[in-house]
């Protein structure tokens, strides 16, 4: 099997409040169809790439809220999507807004799959790192209401073997984590997806603003090297309903270089032909993590914190 992945980064620019369900699948399908025509693979969409980004709300109305998730994958109207899948062999990872029926309570979770080239899904992965706060701050000029509407992910940071490698998701916060890229790394991943909403404006910290792009390729280009894998960073960018987000989107090489990138704010697609086999010379060389990594010694210095000072 082909150790080369075309992926396309799927970036998509805003979505209205209003917009239905279909309309914006039909907006997916036609990156999928463009993506087929360049010959891709795998497509990656940003994060709750279903709906606008309703965390900058605070909703009073639980059955609002609601509206913005899906009970079933594929459902109702997102089952195009999967026939645009197999009908074309192009895989998909997709963000979106869950609600499951699980241990005898509904429960909601900022979500992403992915999906193979027979229109099968192959792999989900939960939030873990919610940006944001729970409770309505009616000084911001927009929310950013995760730990509201989303529980922790459950499910960890999972690999799934497909597109004849070894891949992990990862939603928009957790980019800024090295422990997601790390998590996957001891799990040899060779490929990691990530779909963000990152506006350019952070209430709490606006002297950071100026800064949204760098920390953005920073940190993707840090996971990519440190862990010899490449990383497809996707956004839904513009100005979604008053809120300025960066695009940006980015394909990074285990060297840590940027081979593929976006260059609007709008729905656009950048392709590069990743060879998976390009993160071995780092992972058998300075990121040969079984000869150097020192885990002992980590945790030594984790247990001594704050009890007995070192002699
Ligand atoms: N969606 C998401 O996780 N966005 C955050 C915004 C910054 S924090 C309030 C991000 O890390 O890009």
């Known amino acids: 099997m082909s150790r080369i992945i075309t992926v396309g980064a799927a970036q998509l620019g805003p979505i209205a409040r209003e917009a239905t369900r279909s309309a914006v699948v039909a907006r997916l399908i036609a990156l999928i169809e463009q993506a087929a ?34 009970r079933q994958m594929p459902g109702p109207e997102t089952g195009a999507l999967f026939d645009a899948a197999r009908r074309l062999g ?54 950013h209401l995760e730990k509201r509407y989303f529980e922790t992910g459950n499910l960890g940071f999972p690999v799934f073997r497909a597109f004849g490698g070894v891949l992990g998701m990862a939603i928009c916060n957790d980019r800024r984590w090295p422990e997601t890229y790390r998590v996957m790394g001891l799990q040899d991943v060779e490929m990691v997806l990530i779909g963000y909403n990152t506006p350019v404006h952070n209430p709490p910290a606006p002297e950071h ?26 956004a839904k960018a513009g100005l979604e309903e008053g809120v300025e987000q960066i695009g940006n989107s980015i394909i990074v090489a285990p060297s840590g270089e940027i081979v593929g990138r976006c260059t609007t704010l709008g729905d656009e697609l950048a392709i590069a032909r990743c060879d998976l086999d390009l993160g071995l010379s780092y992972k058998r060389s300075v990121f040969d993590f079984a000869r150097h990594r020192e ?4 945790r030594m210095i984790v247990d001594r914190k704050g009890a007995t000072p070192p002699p």
């Open 295 to 298: 885990p002992q010694a980590y």
């Open 209 to 234: 603003d100026d800064l949204s792009q760098f920390h953005n390729q920073l940190v993707m280009q840090s996971g990519a090297y440190q862990n010899a894998c490449w990383v497809v960073g996707v």
């Open 37 to 70: 025509r360049h010959g891709c693979d795998l497509v990656v969409f940003p994060e709750l790439a279903l709906t606008t980004f309703f965390p900058r709300w605070y909703l009073a109305d639980q059955v609002e809220v609601d509206s913005f998730f899906e």
């Open 90 to 143: 192009v895989g998909f990872y997709l963000g979106y807004a869950e609600l499951a029926e699980e241990g005898g309570r509904t429960r909601h979770f900022n979500t992403a799959i992915l999906v193979d080239k027979r229109g099968e899904i192959v792999g989900k992965y939960r939030k873990i790192h919610l940006p944001g706060h729970a409770e309505h701050e009616p000084w911001r000029r927009f929310q």
